[in-house]
């Protein structure tokens, strides 16, 4: 049984919005504030529902928390006097969601990017000659002097702030190479050892340096944290070797060294319908389960289940508040038993049933397994899916034609599906069949008498899996003008029933054609079959014409949300 049990604590932050596209990648902290402050209705409305969550995740069997974020929680001399303010009233508001999971039994754990900073910052470290491996440091020993009851830090050092993140603090890449990596633990590592306190470090990166591949590369993972011996070290790892997907083989890294290690799971599956669209992940967690029964010193499980990813106002569910992401808590539920208890998901889900007064438990896991199908090759192009593809430094998504809650339509990603895909025709023929399967869950919840929710959600997924089929017919093969229009007409009425829909530019996915030879060569040669470096690969990460010219045509057409697909260029 893991020892450590983390869960995000994103859901309590998030405070009642309107409309307009959402980061949930950590708390939207310019959102919290009204006129740069923190009012009293503000904090006494995220530490009602901090009750709330905290004990339902105790509940659970989850045992620590990881709360955004160290920015927020030290105070530094050289800050101006508004922000001094403003800061001491996230101590305050922190102080008492402290003392909350305390009382709950739960071990709390400060998230934060290496490293997160301002204009005053750079300038205060420019004055004084500082390092920003100095103004971390200090960091550190001011949040462990200002709250005692924190036990440690959740460091992410491969992926920075989102375009769209506002706010006193944004990240930025402080590590290029796996030499500064292992250089930067080695200075910060001591902190922790004196102050009894842990370091959870994210192997998590997307591609950007030569440290951007430290999530799949057994290279650099050793050039990481080979000559590295701590206590108070923590490697946390998502399961596979790019974002949180399907058709992902467990990460090998998990048996590459002794290092104590923790595994990243995601139960709002933010590329799978954030919480909205029918999801269960039971199996597959099991599977991973069984398979690190053989790892070394893995000592404990780091589950999202709020945080990742973009979403519109109208995917806004709050897990475990406002009962509003039935399937999000379902997997949250399902996901604790399989780790903590050791249980088959036939029991974990047999008392989901139980507690939440489902009465046929055999014919509900019927259902999971009619909706698990459906998301597996509903969403997911399967012999594309099953394929490890890889960039430069990044392994390809699995889901390589959705964007949270966007198709992205265009010549780049076609060429890449119309290469890797040889059989078309299965491939679109399970495209529909996956609608189907979705139909059948919602007659067999009509029969189980579900909660409305819970069936509307499933009448949304045969809906989107059907227009989703279709996209994904046109992707690979095109479609006749007839049917395009017809499936213009679909996608109308689709928008018009579901507030909740999936978002597809029709002018876009109706200027798909064949593709230029330029691109058919890029993606029949750039993109690799296995994570080993080829000498293309290598001119390609280089600083070369040929790479200036890959970026300059492939950028115009993805699409450039989080950080921008750009960065995989750096």
Known sequence: MPKLRIIDTLAPFCLPHAHGQINWSKANFAALEQNGELTDATVKHILQQSRTYLRRVSQLGYNAVGVDDLAHLVVHDFYHSPLKRRLAMYQKMYAQFFELARAQGQRIFATTDYLFSNPTIDAHLQQTGSSAEDFFADCLTKLFTTFPQIDGIILRVGERDGHDVRG?????????TPAQANAFLKKVLPIFEKAGKTLIFRTWTVGV????????????????FGDIASPSLIISMKFGDTDFMRYLALNPLFFASDHQKIIELQTRREWEGMGILPNFVGWDYQKYRDQLAKAKKLIGIYVWCQTGGWANGTWDGLTFLRDSSFWTELNTYVTARLFAGGESVEAAVAAFCADYKITNASNFLLLLQLVDHAAREGLYIKEFASTPLYFRRTRLPSLAYIMWDTVVANSVLTALLRTAVGDKTLAVRQGYEAAKTAQQAVQ????????????????????TYNVLAIVREHLLVGLPVERFAAFEKLYATYRRDWLEHYRVDIAALQKIG?????????????????????????????????????????????????????????
Do not use: C
């Not at 006193?168 to 290029?176: E, P, V, W, Y």
């Not at 690969?537 to 699409?559: E, I, M």
């Open 168 to 176: 006193d603090f944004l990240s930025r890449l402080q590590l290029s």
């Open 209 to 224: 340096h030569p440290i951007g591949d430290l999530i799949w590369n057994p290279d650099t993972f050793a050039a990481v």
């Open 444 to 463: 067999l919840a009509q029969q189980l008498k579900l909660p409305g929710e819970v069936l509307r959600s499933l009448q949304f997924g045969a809906a």
């Open 514 to 570: 064949r593709s230029p030879v330029w691109l058919q060569t890029l993606t029949r040669h750039g993109v690799r079959g296995q994570s080993k470096y080829r000498l293309f690969d290598r001119v390609l990460l280089a600083t070369s014409p040929l790479q200036g010219f890959v970026a300059r045509r492939v950028l115009k057409q993805l699409a450039n949300q989080s950080m921008g697909i750009g960065a995989i260029f750096e």
